[in-house]
């Protein structure tokens, strides 16, 4: 929505505030498309067995399209097996975490607003973290979803609690609904440390594993699942987008201009649910995403959700994918859990946008 | 009495309240005589123990500017906020066609009513276009909504700053971004809570004029006013309020006299005649 920008340069006063530069989104979406492309081959191909993004390519080309020459059966399986589950669903994730924040951001109006606000993070810790210290240690099939599935029903169930408490379909609007996530947020972050401090010394390496997120364990199973789960989320959340435009101007003028705030409001918080549960289960918490990278978005191409939200889900993927390479690549063959990377790389980046924007408001 | 059924199908509630207005005539809605577009029935609000409304009779329709007004905390935005369907009477009725306002589905609702509220907070960095763009929302998009959005824009006085960020707007400049967004939304029924507050002499003349003639283009318009000359000079009729009750009605000579602006304001005023117009000026004494 640019074409009126043009008009401007009247306004003798504040100059420089005249027009606001943004990239328009048939730009911003194939190149941050593309570099996303380049960051997954490059994510593949990196680790204790380094291979060229050729090599990642070729093994792709003849995997699953069924072209060209086999490829040797270490990297086929170092490909196939070890890496491309991970990196693709550490992509899925970020474009879940990233929407889902973007998306609360707009209906909390709160720059703060991350998916942590309506539980789904708290939820599901305390449901992974119970699954693992208080179930004796699981074996075979168990170890691949006990835990994912303890975490995804925590994760619902507090946003439920939440939810049923806060009433936000009722007139009481959304400040109450965030205190009382916040209430319940603490609850069962003390739930989880309880948990944490009575784990031994085994349970409690996985808790904290777990804890900062972790992308070691995805296989094409589990992608399996979670793919089609977080596909339908984004495409839900952008059929949103103009709704949650007039969101950002608060409950009544919302409903002044025709929207349904209750209703939507429903949508958008079942959705990202959904989105962060999935996320969660599979990835565990990986923190920062959802706050910081819609707040990139808006700075680069401007708040309107159509832009925001297919933007934010490109770039929440990207810097999974760069974290999670980086994660195995600093110490190997250890890995540092995922989330501390995310908020190293977020940080920096977030500050230097917000210290050297105009506007500091959102 | 033949058009009682007719009547009775669009607007069920009618009851017998204004019966003996001509029941004559097509009952569309809007047209003078008939079901009026906004009908107030001892409408009464009430919340934590305050009433901040009761017993108000109002009804308007189409083809006037009415001018609300009162002292502080007197119900005029309470009675508009009922009129936006924001919120129930707790008694009586507020009615949009014949329908509870709060009974009526958002879309069709912002189809036929617009409202520009008194606080507008903006968090996000929208340009002034794409704020004054939202006004279309309720609507299907349609091949005219750029050139009716650049129309908008134009008649708020905001086409200079379509581009800017609005989070960097002045007070002034964001309510006539907002005024504009009022206007996209087309709207039959336009109910604007001070509009004028933090406008500049200029634009407060431009924006009361579009007001007027949004009335004569045969809308509803419904302003909340503290400037009584203000409102002497561009409503058809004035509402007075004063503790939750409306204590006056009718054209603005009737309702501005000395007497019942020192009863109701608490302060002495002269309420002079214009010298070209004719309405009262209202000055403070």
């Known amino acids: 929505m640019t074409a009126a920008e043009d008009t401007a340069g009247s306004a003798p006063r504040r100059a420089a505030l005249e027009r606001t530069r943004r990239l328009p989104l048939a730009i911003g979406l194939p190149i941050s498309g593309a570099v996303l492309v380049v960051a997954i081959v490059v994510s593949i191909g990196t680790g204790p067995i380094q291979l060229s993004p050729s090599t990642v390519l070729g093994v792709i080309w003849h995997e699953i399209l069924g072209q060209g020459a086999a490829r040797p059966a270490l990297?086929?399986?170092v490909v196939m097996d070890l890496r491309m589950p991970r990196?693709?669903?550490?992509?899925?994730?970020?474009a879940?975490?990233?929407v889902s924040g973007a998306a609360l951001q707009s209906l909390f109006r709160n720059p703060l607003a991350d998916p942590g606000i309506i539980g789904v993070s708290g939820g599901a810790s305390t449901g992974a973290v119970a699954a693992i210290v208080l179930l004796p240690p699981l074996t075979g099939a168990a170890v691949a979803w006990v835990v994912p599935a303890a975490a995804f029903a925590g994760g619902i169930l507090a946003t439920t609690l939440i939810y049923a408490l806060a009433r936000p379909g009722m007139d009481s609007g959304t400040a109450r609904l965030l205190l009382v996530g916040i209430a319940i947020g603490s609850a069962f972050a003390a739930i989880t440390g309880f948990l944490t401090f009575?784990?031994?010394?085994?349970?409690l390496q996985t808790v904290v594993f777990w804890q900062m997120g972790s992308l070691g364990d995805l296989d094409w199973m589990k992608l399996a699942i979670g793919t089609p789960v977080i596909l339908v989320g984004v495409v839900i959340m952008i059929l949103l987008s103009r709704r949650l435009d007039l969101l950002t101007l608060g409950d009544r003028q919302a409903h002044h201009l025709?929207?349904?705030?209750?209703?939507t409001r429903k949508i958008v918080i079942g959705t990202t649910a959904l989105l962060t549960g999935t996320s969660v289960a599979f990835a565990g918490t990986i923190g920062f995403i959802g706050l910081v990278v819609p707040h990139i978005v808006r700075l680069i191409c401007g708040p309107a959700h159509r832009g925001?939200?297919?933007?934010?889900?490109?770039?929440?993927?990207?810097l999974i994918v760069v974290a999670d390479t980086l994660s195995r690549t600093v110490a190997p063959p250890a890995e540092v859990p995922i989330g501390l990377f995310t908020a190293i790389m977020g940080a920096p980046f977030f500050l230097m946008l917000v210290l050297r924007s105009r506007t500091v408001r959102l | 009495m033949s058009a009682q059924t007719g009547a009775r199908v669009g607007a069920a509630a009618a009851d017998g309240l204004t019966a003996g207005t001509e029941a004559a005539g097509a009952p569309a809605p809007g047209t003078t005589g008939a079901e009026p577009w906004i009908r107030v029935e001892r409408a009464g609000f009430a919340i934590g123990g305050a009433v901040l409304l009761q017993d108000v009779e109002f009804s308007a329709s189409g083809g006037e500017l009415v001018a609300l007004v009162g002292p502080n905390g007197a119900g005029k935005s309470t009675l508009l906020s009922l009129l936006s369907g924001d919120q129930r009477p707790t008694s009586g009725r507020v009615l949009l066609d014949g329908r509870p306002t709060a009974d009526w589905p958002a879309k069709a609702l912002a189809r036929r009513r617009s409202v520009m509220t008194q606080h507008h907070s903006q968090a996000f960095s929208f340009t002034v276009h794409e704020a004054a763009a939202m006004g279309r929302a309720p609507h299907p998009v349609g091949p005219d909504d750029d050139a009716l959005i650049e129309r908008c824009l134009r008649e708020a006085d905001v086409d200079a700053l379509a581009g800017r960020d609005v989070t960097t707007l002045s007070g002034g400049e964001l309510a006539?971004?907002?005024f504009a967004r009022v206007l996209a939304q087309d709207a039959q029924v336009v109910l604007l809570d001070e509009p004028t507050a933090a406008l500049d002499l200029h634009h407060q003349e431009v924006l009361m004029a579009r007001a007027r003639e949004l009335a004569q283009e045969g809308r509803c318009v419904l302003v909340v006013l503290h400037d009584l000359t203000l409102a002497a000079r561009c409503s058809d009729r004035i509402a007075m309020f004063d503790g939750g009750r409306l204590v006056a009605l009718g054209p603005p000579e009737d309702v501005l006299t000395p007497d019942r602006i020192r009863e109701v304001y608490r302060h002495e005023v002269a309420v002079l005649e214009h010298p070209t117009s004719g309405r009262p000026l209202v000055v403070p004494l």
């Open chain 1, 75 to 77: 990297e086929t399986t």
């Open chain 1, 87 to 94: 990196v693709l669903f550490g992509a899925l994730s970020g």
């Open chain 1, 96 to 98: 879940a975490l990233a």
């Open chain 1, 198 to 203: 009575a784990a031994d010394d085994d349970d």
């Open chain 1, 258 to 263: 025709g929207l349904d705030v209750s209703t």
């Open chain 1, 308 to 318: 925001v939200l297919p933007m934010s889900a490109v770039i929440g993927a990207l």
């Open chain 2, 176 to 178: 006539r971004t907002v």
